[in-house]
């Protein structure tokens, strides 16, 4: 999304500024139990899904795990694509694999079938504004960016193909499997895509954490603002 500056590797971990560590690591941890929380209302207004939750949920239905599970195992398997492309993780970065998985399947467990749509369309309405509130949190954060992201940015340096086509390319791949698999395309989908960069750029700078240096805000760090949607 939008970069103010850049940290060092040190200022992720920094251990000069323990309340504002500990503010990060909260804002990380609530932001990835929330973005999984907020996936799990779009799977339940059943009107389309993101990208990447279209493949999960096609894959789901192809291998008979749950929606977390295929995630997880997505997620790990990007994770993997990160080493040719000498991506660096962060502990943000391993955290995503498994915190949002996890959040998706116990939000589904917990929240009744929702049938007519006078409560499917309020479900996807909150799932997307949460969904933005929950980006900006674990971004803001800066404790390394999700494995999807890392791919995108890697193909990125390493083709020296613009982000935005990087990201279309990875994404209409994955739409269009999971499609084919199962997976719930519709309005959800749109409107998904055409809001939540907004949203997401609004709550990152409501989220910012000032720098270690010298207290200002920062809300990304060191990666193309293109690139920055998803987990």
């Not at 941890?29 to 207004?45: Q, R």
């Not at 309405?125 to 940015?153: E, Q």
């Not at 209409?172 to 055409?194: H, K, N, R």
Request: net charge positive; proline share 5%.
């Amino acid at each position: 999304m939008r970069q103010a500056t850049t940290t060092t590797q040190g200022d992720l971990l920094s251990t000069k500024s323990p309340s504002r560590l500990g503010r990060r690591l909260i804002q990380l941890y609530v932001g990835l139990a929330l973005y999984g929380a907020s996936s799990a209302l779009l799977v339940e207004a059943g009107l389309g899904l993101e990208p990447w939750n279209v493949l999960h949920q096609g894959l789901a239905e192809l291998t008979g795990l749950t929606i977390g599970v295929v995630s997880i195992f997505v997620g790990a398997a990007v994770l993997l694509l990160w080493i040719p492309l000498r991506q660096r993780p962060g502990l943000g970065t391993v955290s995503n694999v498994f915190v949002v998985g996890i959040a998706m399947d116990g939000t589904l467990a917990a929240v009744p079938a929702a049938h007519t749509l006078a409560v499917r369309i309020p479900l996807l309405l909150v799932g997307i504004l949460l969904n933005g509130v929950a980006t900006g949190l674990y971004i803001a954060a800066r404790l390394g960016p999700g494995p999807r992201d890392g791919l995108m940015t890697g193909l990125h340096r390493r083709t020296g193909r613009s982000i935005r086509l990087m990201r279309t390319a990875v994404e209409v791949a994955v739409v269009v499997t999971g499609f084919a698999l199962g997976g719930t395309i519709g309005i959800g989908t749109v409107l998904y895509a055409v809001s939540i960069g907004p949203l997401a750029q609004f709550f990152l700078r409501m989220f910012a954490v000032p720098s270690a240096s010298d207290g200002s805000a920062v809300v990304a760090t060191g990666q193309p603002r293109q690139a920055i949607l998803r987990p």
